[in-house]
């Protein structure tokens, strides 16, 4: 049958609320009774607590309740509980929380938190990763190694900052070295870096008298903030009630947890009153989650005809204060540092530590960009060594059908064309011959190709519940949370496909609540087309079951002579239909005797056969789906200025089935632009005293409309993926993996230098350029 | 309490400030409960609080309340009335120019500024106007084409 709705470019579902300003955000509600939040901050990197003067804030107009720290025993956590929600006895970063102001108004609570007064012996910090994982560094968590934690996955090195090291152990790499003909080698950094999203995070939280508590929040994983709550103050995770409005992006800052225990730990002082904090932007960079934060090497061995023997890699992430939303970044770091190729011998290790800087967390992508800078950069060196081209390089060893990747697992043919997405992207930018170097320009192309696999629990599941009404009309619910990634059209396309209805019948409503909501694990690691459109297909697939038995009830037949098409179903030998709707309810007579079951259903899917990866290897089955691409650009770099301009960027992804292809075009002009703010514009800098500085745009530059490529060509390769609904895989995330290699590779070739640390921004070039020059 | 009298969609407001310092956003959001105006920085810089003032787009988190005394403020609320989207809310729908939604209310107010005002705008000013607003999502090719798309449709 021919797809009606799927593979369509329909409109965005949630697009005219959005334009007419309707659609509801976090910062948007009021709730009743509701007092303002404020956050006073610790102002410096690392000290002891000696006291906190909260009386003067007390005494203030407006003022209801000032919480701090104080007598708090609670941490909370996911897999490492390591973090209070606000400073106890030390703290640990600048921007951690030491008190809240709850008061009437927000003016109100914030001229108290400048009332209060809090005193700290000031201790030694660290913010580098490589030398806060060194002995004799600051010891940020006396108590590191002994934090309660999911043993098999969290390895932390007790006595050092160092609290998780995950090793990757495939083959003998110092065999594969001995028999390479050629070796390359750097020292990478991918800098701190804010996720950055339009909208600041915000929570509102409210207990009640009777012992439930309630919280609305600008988060990307209802049921994991529900469970730590519960976890945190200790009550059924049925009496915590999460509600997750519109989200003005996400891309990986809000999901897990951050902000929200802070809020209901204030909360919890002042029941029967509903708490508000809405970050400043400013809070954002310093006191939500940031991203990357790598500092690494890597050494890739080859043959002269450019096979790769083995890689060997070391990453150190200055994950910030507390650890529990970095070692997941860390571990996937080291999974995928390899890129999309085999290399039959690979040591890495890769070490979270504590820092007393922001907290790391999930950023577009996380753990890619910063591994497959390294390799995609190696790959380039390599390939002048070597006097091929990238390209040449890259298809030697491409990952594909009965290859071995580095967790050992074996390639297949659905995995992707590999070959496919570079040759498109070699065409798309061969159409536009390099411009001749001038006076005033330098011109550079870059190639690189990456992969990635969506980190997850291993019991990572989506469930869909869908209900069918009297008219015909459905609605389909699911917990993927709608944060610009357009969720919510693509679950609506795919409902309709299953039930073969107009999309106009079907529904899907952004607001998840985990009190009616079906349970999914959180939305990350583009996982909501492909694992919540399987939950969708069983789900749907359950209503036409019930509407076939009900139908051959009333003709007296077997379920399995009925059919069913578009929307209803059809008797064996008439011809005769009964529509979703007449069944909806069960079928009634004229008399009003009523036979069969209601249509509703619910459906899941778990990418299956997922473990953590061995804790002594590091190997194992522990990424269920792999998606493959290629990007390249062709670039401009003023000698004058400093200043780059992309003239051409070409990506090319094997989405196994585009389910949207312009809102799939979408998450790839989006990535680029945001992968290009990262080579080029993006790092959170620190004073000497240890406090994060550009905290606010423009201070911290993220792209503008004429930073943007001038020209962007995506093309969508798509091989049948049977895992996937409809052979859709995830593609969200994977336009930012190779924009940092892909422009640096370019930047090499205009200028000739290796650039290997981010940002590269126009006084780097200037400085390199000069120094080049001097030679 | 001092007070502000102003014209708020078409229709007179008066809004009682609270003491110290107050924003025209706030006023907005937390008075008026007209909620489509976005904050996204507090200052100025990614232009989600854009607003009509005075038939000039002006960013509502840095405009102080008390200088908007007589004004006449348009709000993303206004551009809609009676359920027909605007042809700006249309271009942004029909070129796929959303996708979050949050820099969406502010980057319309901006361009119905411009585009009521001067309907022949070049390609260069509506660049110019489109790059004082920040967008995370859309990389703004999009955001570009539904601006060309408004201009057209709005000289129709």
């Given at each position: ?678 080579a080029l514009m993006e790092k959170i800098l620190f004073t000497d005293d240890g406090v994060a500085k550009n905290v606010n745009f423009p201070a911290y530059k993220i792209p503008r409309l004429k930073d943007a490529p001038e020209k962007q060509t995506v093309v969508l390769l798509e091989t ?56 | ?7 708020v969609n078409g229709v007179p407001r008066t809004v009682h400030l609270e003491e110290g310092r107050v924003m025209l956003s706030s006023v907005l959001r937390d008075s008026l409960g007209l909620t489509g105006t976005k904050v996204g920085c507090g200052t100025g810089q990614c232009g989600s ?64 500024a411009l585009l009521t005002v001067n309907p022949d705008a070049t390609d260069d000013i509506l660049a110019e106007e489109i790059n004082k607003h920040l967008c995370r999502c859309t990389g703004y090719e999009a955001i570009l084409a539904a601006a060309r798309l408004a201009r057209e449709r709005?000289?129709?």
């Open positions: 049958m021919t797809l009606q709705h799927v593979g369509k470019s329909v409109p965005r579902v949630d697009a005219v609320k959005k334009a007419t300003g309707e659609a509801c955000f976090v910062a948007d509600i009021t709730l009743p009774r509701m007092l303002r939040a404020k956050v006073v901050r610790a102002g410096i990197p690392h000290g002891k607590i000696l006291s906190i003067d909260t009386s003067a804030a007390e005494a203030m107009p407006g003022v209801k309740k000032v919480v701090t720290g104080q007598g708090c025993s609670m941490l909370f956590g996911t897999c490492l509980w390591d973090q209070p929600p606000l400073a106890v006895d030390k703290v640990r970063h600048a921007g951690e929380a030491v008190a809240v102001v709850l008061a009437e108004t927000e003016n109100q609570a914030e001229a108290a938190a400048k009332a209060v007064k809090a005193e700290y012996e000031k201790l030694p910090f660290v913010l580098d990763p490589v030398e806060a994982a060194a002995p004799g560094a600051p010891l940020i968590h006396e108590k590191n190694g002994s934090y309660r934690r999911v043993e098999y996955s969290v390895h932390p090195v007790p006595g050092t900052n160092i609290f998780h090291h995950y090793k990757l152990r495939k083959g003998e790499s110092e065999k594969g070295f001995a028999d390479a003909d050629v070796t390359v080698e750097g020292e990478f950094e991918f800098p701190i870096s804010s996720q950055a999203p339009i909208e600041p995070h915000g929570a509102i939280c409210r207990f009640s008298a009777d012992g439930s508590m309630e919280i609305w929040a600008s988060n990307q994983a209802p049921f994991v903030l529900r469970d730590v709550l519960a976890d945190m103050f200790t009550i059924p995770a049925s009496k915590v009630r999460v509600h997750i409005p519109y989200l003005g992006g996400g891309f990986g800052g809000k999901s897990d947890v951050s902000i929200e225990p802070l809020v209901a730990y204030a909360a919890s002082f002042v029941p029967g009153y509903a708490v508000k904090l809405v970050l400043t932007r400013k809070e954002v960079f310093t006191s939500a989650l940031v991203g990357r934060g790598m500092k690494g090497r890597m050494k890739i061995g080859a043959k002269k005809d450019g096979t790769f023997t083995a890689l060997k890699a070391e990453m150190y992430f200055a994950d910030g204060a507390y650890g529990d939303t970095g070692w997941p970044v860390d571990t996937v770091a080291g999974h995928n540092c390899t890129g999309p190729y085999e290399f039959p011998h690979v040591t890495v290790d890769v070490y979270g530590t504590y820092t007393n800087s922001p907290i790391v967390g999930a950023y577009r992508g996380y753990g890619h960009p910063e591994g497959q800078l390294m390799s995609s950069r190696l790959i380039d060196r390599l390939a002048r060594k070597l006097g091929m081209t990238p390209g040449e390089i890259m298809r030697k060893n491409f990952l594909s059908e009965g290859r071995q990747n580095a967790l050992g697992q074996v390639i297949k043919k659905s995995h992707g064309d590999l070959p496919g997405c570079l040759a498109a992207v070699e065409k798309a930018l061969d159409e536009t011959p390099l411009p001749k170097n001038d006076d005033r320009f330098l011109y550079g192309r870059g190639i690189a190709s990456m992969m990635k696999s969506p980190k997850m629990a291993a019991n990572a599941a989506s469930t869909c519940t869908v209900q069918v009404n009297a008219d015909g009309s459905a609605f389909v619910n699911l917990s993927g949370i709608e944060m610009g990634q357009g969720v919510q059209t693509v679950f609506a396309q795919m409902a309709a496909e299953a039930l073969q209805i107009p999309m106009e019948k079907v529904k899907s409503y952004p607001d998840v609540d985990t009190q009616f909501s079906p349970w999914e694990w959180q939305t990350v690691a583009s996982m909501q087309t492909y694992r919540g459109g399987r939950a969708i297909q069983d789900a749907c697939g359950q209503i036409i079951d019930i509407a076939r038995e009900t139908a051959a009830k009333v003709w007296n037949c077997s379920p399995s002579l009925v059919a069913y098409r578009n929307g209803e179903c059809v008797h064996p030998n008439t011809g005769e239909t009964l529509s979703l709707g007449r069944l909806a309810r069960g079928f009634m007579a004229p008399d009003g005797l009523t036979i069969g079951a209601p249509l509703g259903a619910t459906g899941w899917y778990r990418v299956p056969g997922i473990v953590e990866p061995d804790p002594e290897t590091g190997m194992g089955n522990a990424a269920g789906s792999w998606t493959f691409g290629s990007q390249g650009c062709t670039l401009r770099v003023d000698r004058q200025t400093g200043e780059v301009k992309i003239l051409h960027f070409a990506s090319a992804f094997d989405v196994g089935k585009a389910v949207n292809p312009a809102t799939a075009r979408g998450q790839v002009t989006g990535g680029v632009v945001q992968g290009m703010g990262a049948p993926n049977p895992e996937g609904p409809w052979s859709a895989k995830p593609m969200a995330e994977h336009p930012i993996v190779a924009v940092a290699p892909v422009i640096l590779n370019a930047l090499r070739d205009a200028t000739g230098v290796e650039f290997t640390t981010l940002p590269v921004t126009p006084d780097t070039i200037l400085e390199a350029l000069g120094a080049k020059e001097a030679r | 309490m001092p007070v502000l009298n102003f014209t609080c854009t607003v009509v003032l005075n038939g000039r787009a002006v960013t509502s988190c840095t405009t102080p309340a008390e200088k908007c005394e007589g004004a006449d403020v348009l709000t993303i609320e206004a551009l809609a009335e009676g359920g027909v989207l605007h042809p700006i809310q249309q271009a942004f729908v029909d070129a796929g120019a959303i996708q979050c939604g949050f820099c969406t209310p502010g980057l319309i107010m901006r361009l119905y709005m000289k129709k």
